[in-house]
Structures are given as C-alpha cells and as structure tokens.
C-alpha cells in the first residue's frame, strides 16, 4: 500500500522506496483526490480543476491516461488484468482508497484530535508527532491552484492550533523554555494570533524572563495594529497586567486556554475578565474546543451570580453569541442550568435592556433544543433584535428560532427561509460564523425539500467558508450531507466532543439507508435513537409479541431534525405489525409532510414521506 506525502512536495512510497511521480499532472492529480479524503471526484469535474475550467477536448482521454499511469505507479506489484486497489474507479470518475494512516495529511489531523482528548504528556508527544509530518506547505506545489487553496487554508489554520497546543501543553508539563522555542517562529510567521502572542509572554515569564515577556506583548500590540488595525484584546492587556506585578496565578500549570476565568475568584477585576468571558468562550466553541466551552461557560454563570449583580449576570448568560445547529443538547444538564439562569434573570425585578432582553429569551429557545415548546421566547427575541435594529442580535435570535422550528413535520420552506435571512443578516453583521450556520440550515432543509444540487452548493460554500475562517465543525455536517446523499466514500466517523449528534447517529443514518433500499436491517449502538427503532428490529428478528409491546409504549418523537424520520420507522413498523393505533398516531404526524423527505437533518434520509404516508393509508383501510 502507498503512503502520499502533501504536506510540503508531493511524493508517494511503497516500501519505504520513493516512486516516480515526474509528471506535474499526475502529482496533481493525486493532490487532488487526497484533498477530497476518500470521496469520488467525476471524471468532468476532475478535468474542470486540472485545466481551471477550460478542459480541452481531449481533456477525458488524457485524464484516463494519465489515470492508467498512476495505478501502475502506486500499486507497482499488481497482477496484470487485475482491478486496481487504491486508485479506484466509482461511477464515472474516480477515488483513492487508502487507510487513514497512509496519507501525512490525514495522520496529521487524526492525531490533532486525539490530542485535544488526551493529558498534557500524551498530547505534547502527539501534537509533536503531528507536526514532524509538516516539511514545508500543504499542497505547496499547487498553493495557487482553486481547489488547493480552501484544503490548504484549513491545514495551515489547524497546523497553527496544533503549534499552539503543543506550547500549551509543555506549558502543563513544566517546560516554559521549550514552549518559548516554538512559539517565537510561530508569532513571527503568523503575527495576527492572540492566543500565540499570550502563550509565548506566559512561557517566558515561567522561564524567569519577565523583560522579554512584556517585550513580546509589546510587539504583539504593534503587530496587531499594523497587520489589522486593531487593539490587544481584554486577554493580552490582562496578562500584561499580571506580568507587571508578578502575579502568583501566572505560575499555575495551564489546566485549559481560559486560566483568567478560572481563576476569576482570586484575582482583581473580576468583572471585566467575566465580561471578557464570552468572547473567548465563544470563539472556543466555534473553533471546536466544545468540552471546554461548556464546562467554562457554566463556571462564568456561576461566579457571576455569586457577585450579587444581576446585570452583570444577566449579560453573562446572554452574551455567549455562539449557533446551533443540531437539535439534540450535547449536555442537558448544563443546558438546564442556562436556561434556568436565563429565567431567573428575566423573572427578577431589575431593570433589562431590549437587548439583554433579546439575547436571554434567544438563549433560552437556543438551550431548549428539539422540544418545540419555546417558540413564542424565539419569536419575541426576533421581534426585539428586529426592534433594536442589531443585526448581531438578530443573528441569535434567528438561529434560536431554528432550533425551535419543530413544532410539527412539514416545516422545510419554513426553515429554509429562516436560513435566508440569517444569511443575508450575518452579511450586514459581518459574522461568517453565522453565515455558515444559515448556510447549513438550509442545506438541511433543501434536503428535506428533495433538492439535493442546491443543497451540494451549500454544502461547498459552507466548506469554504469553514476553511477561510477556521469553523472545522462545520465540516462535520457536510461530510455526512456528502455521504448520505451523494455517495462519497465511507460513512464519517462520529466526531469526538458532539455527543448530542454523535451518539447513535452512525447507527441510525446505515438503518435507515437499509430500510430506504429495502435492505437487510443490522442492529447496532442506536443511543438516544433505540426507542423508536427497537421495535422493527424486534419484529425482523421474529419477536412480533414484543415488537408490538414495544411499538405501544414507544413515545412520540422529540420534536427535532430527526422528526421526519423517526416518525417513518414508526409507520414501516405499525404496518407491518398491523397496529391500528400507531398508524392512526404516525398518519396524522406525517401528514404535514406530504411532499417532503424524511431527510431534514441532511445526515438521516428515511426517503419520501409520501411513500410512508400511502403505506398507513392502505394499511388503515386495511383495518377498517
């Protein structure tokens, strides 16, 4: 098997020997299809990219050519008259079909991940790993090539995380001078990252340097004002601060990136750093960091209510500007507690203004995931952001209300429409973070609406976007549109940190596929999901007794992206148990959503709700 290098030249080894790659299409080529991590690329589409657009002619004959000579290239041992292995054909283009770990790129992120799970030690060695793969710039032979430039964007953006990290964590591990060693090249090479800038002053004030530490904040603030015109963030003027007066705190191992609102309690200007809070925690959620976020945003919540001031606590709750786009809560408990400060904020006797207003009540209709029963609190968070004129507000008051369009099935348009004007607001609030979350409702609800090219072009914005701005759970969702509706590769694997989508989905998604295809059903890790599928299993499995005492006491779905098509495995199982009951209950759920897909979340396709909703017509006057 071949192992690809992209991550400086491209190069490609089998057994250790460096294989001829001498002509530039057939490096490009090969760049191209690892870009695409496995998922196909058409043969048109493939000539597109090589010749920008304007392929010539022959442009078909020459790319099978080209094709040919790689698969003798890479798999130099196979048998003449034998089909090729790793660079495949799928439909009428191509894939490479190559383990995780043979490609530098896909190593390199994997190990990203797992070091954000891991201890300080384990995720130094990682993180070290991962960036010895590095041996120049991603693709850097086609760094100006278009569809080089959003991949390589990403995994310069995630190279520069992981720099960061690994600093972080010998930070942890008590090595503040090899920390400094790596975090100097890195602010100079990319001078506009606050949080290298911080990492490096806190690694040479634990060196015994405090000169060169204010000196290095110093330069962060030059560089920021002549890079992008802006001020030092709350978080470098408070590490300055704290250097200034050699601050105890400042020689605490590193338990996480948020060490001032951790340690909120023990220092001066509490308020301001809580204030400061929330756009720190938001931009670690958006980032990805979700664990740390949430467990963060709960401890501001609670020291902020232990001030005594419930403005500040008002502002606290309501201030974390951070979308959803998945209608399951990742952690109900803390979801809870938000929503239960939001209240008590807005029961109390204080004065608020429209806009803490606004926020509260989209704060609670965003934590009230998958219930539909807030709408009326998004709906007058709209009407005050509306009022206010603030397109910042209307833009969590908008993602609020998607998370409570809900109600009933059948309120696709509704929430393709709500994806329009969150877009068109991020644009005047000049947010690309909401922007991708409109984009990503709407791919959901084309979906759901069967019209599935509109909804690729979403997906592929939204990817772009991700890129450029580093939003790599965006991605998340578009891997699983790709695969689910258009046949790219593997299924995706459950991403770490979600457990809100990730349990149970990969389960779900491959039995409704069977059940759409008309396949064998397999059984699997159905998590929040086994309730309304155990049922048909139980019944293909013989058990009809207990299928039909399991279908009885199944309650009705939660009122979330999965609506649709919870309520179609309930009416396949009703038919064919015969239940009058259950297809009464699922005839009258699904009939809203005649004409649409059981498909809205963009990851579950059930199929065509029509054909269910036939299915409970004939099989009730079947009863009758």
């Known amino acids: 098997m071949p192992q690809i290098r992209v991550l400086g030249p491209i190069m490609a080894m089998v057994d250790g020997a460096q294989l001829e790659l001498s002509k530039r299409r057939h490096r490009e080529i090969i760049a191209i299809l690892v870009a695409l991590r496995g998922r196909a690329i058409s043969t048109a589409s493939l000539a597109e990219e090589l010749w920008d657009g304007m392929p010539p002619a022959a442009a078909v004959g020459a790319i099978r ?47 990203v991940a797992l070091a954000g799970k891991a201890a300080p030690i384990d995720a130094e060695s990682r993180l070290s790993t991962a960036l010895a793969e590095w041996s120049g710039n991603a693709y850097q032979e086609f760094a100006d090539r278009p569809w080089a430039i959003p ?76 890079e992008l ?56 959620a958006v980032a990805g960091d979700l664990q740390t976020s949430r467990h963060q945003r709960i401890a501001a919540i ?6 005594n001031d419930p403005q500040l606590a008002a502002r606290i709750i309501g201030g974390y500007d951070v979308p959803g786009i998945w209608t399951r809560a990742d952690d109900p408990a803390a979801a809870a507690a938000v929503i239960a400060a939001a209240e008590n904020a807005l029961a109390s006797t204080i004065h608020l203004s429209d806009r803490i207003r606004a926020r509260l009540l989209g704060t609670i209709a965003m934590e009230s995931r998958g219930t539909g ?28 209300s998607f998370m409570q369009g809900f109600a009933r099935a059948g309120l696709a348009e509704h929430r ?19 922007e991708i979350n409109g984009r990503l409702m709407r791919m959901q609800a084309l979906c759901a609406m069967s019209d599935i090219e509109s909804a690729a072009l979403e ?75 155990r049922p048909l299993l139980l019944l293909r499995s013989g058990e009809a007794a207990n299928a039909a005492a399991a279908l009885r006491q199944v309650p009705d779905p939660p009122r979330d992206l999965l609506l649709e098509a919870t309520w179609c495995i309930l009416a396949k199982t009703a038919c064919e148990l015969r ?21 809205g979340s963009g990851v579950v396709d059930a199929g065509d709700v029509g054909h269910y909703l036939g299915m409970l017509r004939a099989a009730g006057a079947g009863l009758g």
């Open 151 to 226: 991949e390589a964007t990403r995994l310069s953006g995630l190279r520069q995380t992981a720099v960061e990290r690994c600093a972080e964590a010998r930070l942890a591990n008590g090595r503040p001078t090899d920390a400094a060693a790596i975090l100097e090249t890195h602010v100079a090479a990319n001078p506009w990252r606050e949080e290298g800038w911080r990492l490096l002053a806190l690694a040479l004030y634990r060196s015994h340097r405090q000169a060169d530490a204010l000196a290095a904040l110093r330069r962060a603030r030059r560089q920021l004002s002549k």
């Open 373 to 400: 029963s807030r709408q009326s609190e998004a709906a007058e968070s709209v009407a005050l952001a509306r009022k206010l004129g603030d397109s910042h507000v209307l833009c969590f008051a908008l993602s609020s």
């Open 302 to 307: 609670e020291a902020a209510a232990d001030l």
């Open 229 to 284: 015109g802006l001020d030092p963030s709350p978080v470098l003027i408070d590490l300055e601060t704290q250097i200034l007066r050699r601050d105890r705190q400042l020689n605490r191992p590193e338990g996480d990136s948020l060490t001032p609102i951790a340690n909120a309690y023990s220092s001066s200007g509490i308020r301001a750093r809580l204030e400061a809070s929330n756009a720190v925690l938001g931009s670690l």
């Open 459 to 533: 997906a592929t914005a939204v990817d772009q976007l991700a890129a450029r701005h580093e939003r790599p759970l965006a991605t998340v969702f578009t891997q699983w549109f790709r695969w689910t509706f258009l046949g790219a590769g593997t299924a995706p694997p459950a991403p770490e940190g979600m457990p809100g989508f990730s349990e149970g989905i990969v389960a779900l998604a491959s039995f409704t596929r069977q059940l759409r295809d008309g396949d064998e059903l397999t059984d699997g890790n159905f998590g929040p999901y086994e309730p309304w599928v």
């Open 416 to 434: 393709l429409d709500l994806g329009r004007q969150l877009i068109t607001t991020a644009f005047d609030a000049d947010s690309p973070t909401f």
């Open 579 to 599: 239940e009058p009951s259950m297809i009464s209950r699922a005839l009258t759920a699904l009939a809203p959503a005649s004409g649409e897909r059981a498909a």
């Open 65 to 111: 050519t080209f094709v040919g000579e790689l698969r003798r290239i890479l798999e130099p041992h196979r048998k003449p008259r034998t089909p090729p292995s790793v660079l495949v054909t799928v439909g009428d283009g191509y894939a490479l079909r190559l383990h995780a770990d043979a490609v530098d790129a896909w190593r390199f992120e994997t190990a």
